[in-house]
C-alpha cells in the first residue's frame, strides 16, 4: 500500500469513528418518560349508552368512551405530550386508521403527525356520517355510504380534533394531530412511554376529554428512564 493511500484510508477509518462517536453521543443525549395517569377520589360509575337506530349493526346498550378507569385506577386515552419541543417525525409505515366498527371509533383516541394521510375505514356496511369539529384544520363533514369503505383525508395544523357520526349521535372519538414526535396516548391501564425526549429539565402536559388539562416538570437524564404518576380528578 502507498503511503498516500495508508494516509487517505487512516483519514477514513479517523472520520467513520469520529461520526459514529457523535451519533453514540446523540443517542446518549436522550432519556424516556414513563409512567401512568390515575385517577385520584370516587371513581364513578360507568355510563350507559341505549341505541335506538341500527341495533342489528350498533347492538342495544353500550359503555361510554368518554372516561374509561381500569380497576387500579389508570385512565384509558390520557394524551401526554412534551411541551415546547421540536423534533422530527418519523414517516409512519401505513397512515394512521380510524375505523367505524360496531357503531363505535376505534381506536377511541388516534394520535397522527401533521400532513399525513389518515383512513377513516366503515367496517359496520351502514351509513355513517365522519364529521370533525375544529379550529385550526378544515371541518371535514362527509357522508361514508356502506359500500365506501376507506375515505382519506389529510390534516395540516397541530389540534386536538373532535370527530363525532352525524348518523349515530353516541359516536365520538379524538384525532391528535401533532408537529413532534413527543406524544403518547395512555393504554387500558393507564400507561405511556415517550422514547428519545432529550435529556434536561421537561415539561409535559396531560390532557383528557373528560378531565381537563394539567402539566407537570420532568427531569429527563440521558440514557436513563423518568417515571412519573400523574394523578387526575373529576371536576
Not at 503511503?3 to 436522550?30: E, H, I, P
Not at 417525525?89 to 386508521?97: G, H, L, S, V, Y
Not at 373528560?210 to 429527563?220: A, Y
Not at 428512564?225 to 400523574?230: G, P, Q, S
Amino acid at each position: 500500500m502507498s503511503r498516500w493511500l495508508l494516509v487517505f484510508s487512516l483519514a477514513g477509518l479517523a472520520l467513520a469513528g469520529g461520526l459514529q462517536f457523535r451519533s453514540l453521543l446523540a443517542a446518549d443525549a436522550t432519556g424516556t418518560i414513563t409512567g401512568r395517569v390515575v385517577l385520584v377520589g370516587e371513581i364513578p360509575a360507568v355510563k350507559k349508552i341505549k341505541i335506538t337506530k341500527d341495533q342489528e349493526k350498533c347492538g342495544q346498550e353500550k359503555n361510554a368512551e368518554d372516561l374509561v378507569i381500569s380497576p387500579d385506577r389508570g385512565i384509558k386515552d390520557a394524551v401526554v405530550s412534551l411541551i415546547g419541543v421540536k423534533g422530527a417525525i418519523a414517516k409512519p409505515a401505513a397512515n394512521p386508521t380510524i375505523d367505524q366498527k360496531g357503531c363505535a371509533f376505534s381506536p377511541h383516541v388516534l394520535i397522527a403527525p401533521v400532513g399525513t394521510p389518515v383512513d377513516i375505514v366503515n367496517d359496520d356496511g351502514i351509513l355513517h356520517n365522519f364529521h370533525t369539529i375544529s379550529t385550526k384544520n378544515t371541518v371535514v363533514n362527509k357522508a361514508q355510504p356502506g359500500f365506501k369503505k376507506k375515505m382519506t383525508e389529510t390534516f395540516a395544523q397541530p389540534e386536538i380534533v373532535k370527530i363525532t357520526c352525524d348518523a349515530h349521535g353516541w359516536m365520538s372519538a379524538w384525532l391528535v394531530v401533532t408537529d413532534h414526535p413527543y406524544i403518547a396516548a395512555t393504554d387500558a391501564s393507564g400507561a405511556f412511554k415517550i422514547a428519545n425526549v432529550p435529556a434536561g429539565a421537561q415539561k409535559i402536559e396531560i390532557w383528557h376529554e373528560t378531565l381537563g388539562k394539567i402539566s407537570k416538570d420532568v427531569t429527563v437524564k440521558a440514557g436513563e428512564e423518568a417515571k412519573v404518576t400523574i394523578e387526575l380528578s373529576k371536576k
